[in-house]
């Protein structure tokens, strides 16, 4: 069982930058792969970034390609989103997500069996 929290979000203006945080309960964190998706008013639930349990492999949606780095320290149970270069389109709840596997892309939920409650970013023009 994995327990995730995010933190990190907020309002912040075009061009700006912000850092997500979710952070895992659990001695397993580090035998999961963890993703990012994203979810915006009256749309459906979008994958953004993964990364495999090492952290030596990451995928990113290509909408975040160049401008979001995801990350993860095992040792303190944590995943990263570093998200730079924002624009009002990625104003939506983020949701960190962990998978047994580690999947390039984006799959059905029930790849993804813990999830957390999700933290609003609000990117202003």
């Known amino acids: 069982q994995v327990q995730l929290v995010e933190s990190g979000g907020g309002l912040v203006q075009a061009g700006g930058s912000l850092k997500l945080s979710c952070a895992a309960s659990?001695?397993?964190?580090?035998?999961?792969?963890m993703n990012w998706f994203r979810q915006a008013p009256g749309k459906e639930r979008k994958f953004v970034a993964a990364?495999?349990?090492?952290?030596?492999?990451?995928y990113y949606a290509d909408s975040v390609k160049g401008r979001f780095t995801i990350s993860r320290d095992n040792a303190k149970n944590t995943v990263y989103l570093q998200m730079n270069s924002l624009k009002p389109e990625d104003t939506a709840v983020y949701y960190c997500?962990?998978?047994?596997?580690?999947?390039?892309?984006?799959?059905?939920?029930?790849?993804?069996?813990?999830w957390g409650q999700g933290t609003q970013v609000t990117v202003s023009s």
């Open positions: 659990g001695r397993t964190f580090s035998s999961y792969a």
């Open positions: 990364i495999n349990s090492s952290g030596g492999n990451t």
């Open positions: 997500a962990a998978s047994a596997q580690y999947y390039s892309g984006s799959y059905a939920y029930s790849h993804y069996p813990y």
